[in-house]
Structure formats: C-alpha cells, structure tokens
C-alpha cells in the first residue's frame, strides 16, 4: 500500500473504497462551498455509502424505470459494435464516411476486478497515444474508455461513454449518453448543464493525460459531447462539441479549492478520527443549498442540520437571501415581533420594518 492509500485507508476508518466516478467528481462543482461532500469524495467515499455504512440509513437508490430506460439507450447507441453512434456522427456530419474505426475498450476486460480495471486504463492510454503520435490506426471513437484524474494528489478512476475523433481532427472530445428527452429548449437545463460537466471531467482527465506526456493540455480543447434522446423514443440526438468552457472553469476552481490536499483534510479531523465516525461527519463544514436535493443523498441529513441551526436556506434560495440580515430564523422572528435585543444595525433595521409590514399587509388581506 502507498503512503497516500494508507492516508486515505485511515481516513475511510476501514470503509472499503469507491470508485466515485465522473459523476461523483462533478458533484463537487454542483456544491464547490462544500467541504463535508469534497472530504467524502476525496477519501473515495460517496454520500451514499456514508448514508448507508456511517448513518445507518436507507440508501438513494435510482428509480428502477429511470435505470432501465438509461441501459436500453445506452445498450441501444453502443450495439452493433458501436455503430448505431457512427452512423449519428456521420448523418450529422461530424465524422466522415472514412472515419470508421471503433475500439470499445470494456470488450477487452469487461470484468469488475483489479486486473480488468489496469487493463482498460492500459488499453485507453496505448489508444489515445496513437492518436497523440498522428497515427493512422488511432481510433475514431473509443467507447468506455478508462482514464484516471488527480484531484489533491490522490488519483481517481473514471470510466467515460465514449471518445470522439475524426481523422482530420489533432484529439479527442469526451462525449456523454444521457437518457433524458430533448425538448429543445425546454430541456431540463440543470440536466444538460449536469450533463456537460460530467463530460468535462473526462476532459480535465485528457488534460492531465497531455500534460504527462508532455504535451500541450490545451489540446484537449474545451468542448464536448453529448446525445440526448427524442421524446418518447429511442432515437438519439447528437449534440457535437458543445461550449464547456465554463464547466471546466467551475470544476476546476471546485477541485482546487480549501480543503486542497490529504493534509488539509487530515488537519481538520480530530486525531485519529476517521470518517467512518457520524459525530466526523457531523463536525465537518457543510454548505445546505436547495439545490443539494438534487445530487447529494446527504441532503435530508444537512437539511436537518441547517433546520436545527435556524437556517433560513430550508425555506429556499429566495427567503435565505433576503432574511441574510438576521443571520437566522431565531432572529428574523424576533425581529419581526420587536422581541429580543433591538436591531443591532442598520440592515436589520430595516429588515424588521419589511418583515413588519408584509406581516400586517398579510393580516389584512386574510382577515379583511
Ligand atoms: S447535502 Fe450536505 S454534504 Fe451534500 S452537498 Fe449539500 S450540504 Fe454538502
């Protein structure tokens, strides 16, 4: 065992370690305030092994219909070798008809061990280095590729859907397959945003790649890739080298920041104290937002939290922003019914006055 895997071994308290994947990688950005979430993902944890190994609790599973119809498409795109993706690339003309050649590296090691995991990641490296030395052979797409991305010194596995190049093009774009239906412009934004930044993790994995070979990072560009499908069917919708410029900004201002290496994390641990502990993962800083419903199974439990503390977040972005002045429910009540202490500036001044006022235009207008 490496030092750092000892490090992170000692962190995990003997919970066995995950691979968090792209997914779990770019949950970070989604919450970069976070660093109860960074520390889980960090020690190679997700916050569903701690809801179910630390707390006790039940589990976020994926509704079975909702994992269902992602395998179908998935399967549906990938089959016939890859060719039903080729023949969306070439209709929408963003692979020629001589760009032909598809390597799915989960065919070469398809079991989940240790051994099939080095393999593919072998396989994916040997793949791109073709396409980094101009060779021929390079493969126009790579489907399942394996790459790893360092995140505070600590290397992370991350299987991706698909690489993408045509032989004119100097490298890859990552590309992601997702389930959801193309309304046009009634997509469900955070979906396609979400979409897009797990791509780019897989684009900040190239980056590194580049970087070790002593190449150019800038080679891996910042666009990617993403097919969506048509409502109600199965027939899939390319979306080709979509703007990613300020997803991999966010994640990579996410990654790098407080808590940035295994130190950083051990410091703000107790001694000895591990993240098996729920008193630990209690005491460690949280960031509860609206949005954490819709990425982290930590959420009931930080919500909770933030109710037990008086935080105004639990009634919503809006109410937290403009209660900010009172610091907390407890006070914004007080001040509302001029209970407590007077106003201690300004700013909460003026926010009895408000609180006052619409509490008095609520009266009348509900008791006439
Ligand atoms: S639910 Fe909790 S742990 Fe998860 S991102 Fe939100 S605040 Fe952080």
Not at 45 to 63: F, Q, R
Not at 84 to 113: C, F, M, W
Request: proline content about 5%; hydrophobic content about 40%.
């Amino acid at each position: 065992m490496t030092p750092e895997n000892a490090r992170l071994h000692q962190l995990r308290g003997g919970l066995a370690p995950v691979e968090v994947g792209a997914r779990g990688i770019e949950s970070i950005a989604r919450n970069a305030d976070c660093t109860r979430l960074r520390a889980i993902v960090i020690a190679g944890l997700t916050p569903n092994d701690v809801i179910k190994n630390v707390l006790g609790e039940a589990a976020d599973v994926m509704s079975p219909f909702a994992m269902t119809l992602t395998q179908a498409f998935e399967r549906r795109l990938l089959a016939n070798a890859g060719g039903s993706l080729l023949t969306v690339y070439r209709e929408k003309g963003h692979l020629d008809p001589q760009d032909a050649k598809i390597a799915n590296v989960a065919d070469l090691a398809p079991r989940d061990t240790h051994v099939d995991r080095i393999r593919r990641e072998r396989e994916t490296r040997r793949l791109i280095e073709l396409k980094m030395r101009g060779d021929p052979t390079a493969p126009n797409l790579i489907l399942k590729p394996r790459l790893t991305l360092t995140i505070v010194g600590v290397s992370h596995a991350i299987e991706l859907d698909y690489l993408v190049a045509s032989d004119r093009e100097p490298f890859y774009r990552v590309g992601v397959i997702k389930s959801y239906a193309d309304r046009g412009g009634k997509t469900n934004n955070a979906h396609v945003r979400s979409a897009c930044r797990e791509a780019a993790v897989g684009t900040l994995a190239l980056r590194q790649l580049l970087e070790e070979a002593g190449r150019s990072a800038d080679l891996a560009g910042d666009r990617v890739d993403m097919v969506l499908k048509a409502p109600a069917s199965f027939s899939p919708r390319l979306f080709a080298a979509q703007r990613a410029e300020s997803e991999l900004a966010s994640l990579s201002r996410a990654l790098t920041a407080a808590p940035s290496d295994l130190d950083q994390i051990e410091q703000m641990l107790p001694a000895g104290a591990s993240l098996a502990d729920p008193a630990v993962i209690e005491s460690l800083p949280n960031h509860y937002c609206s949005t954490c419903k819709e990425h982290c199974s930590l959420w009931k439990h930080c919500r909770a939290q933030a109710q037990a503390q008086g935080n105004a977040i639990i009634l919503g972005d809006q109410a937290a922003e403009q209660l900010a002045a009172a610091g907390s429910l407890n006070r914004a009540m007080d001040l509302l019914n001029g209970a407590g202490r007077p106003p201690d500036n300004r700013a909460e001044a003026v926010l009895a006055a408000e609180l006052q006022a619409a509490s008095l235009l609520l009266d009348r207008i509900a008791n006439g």
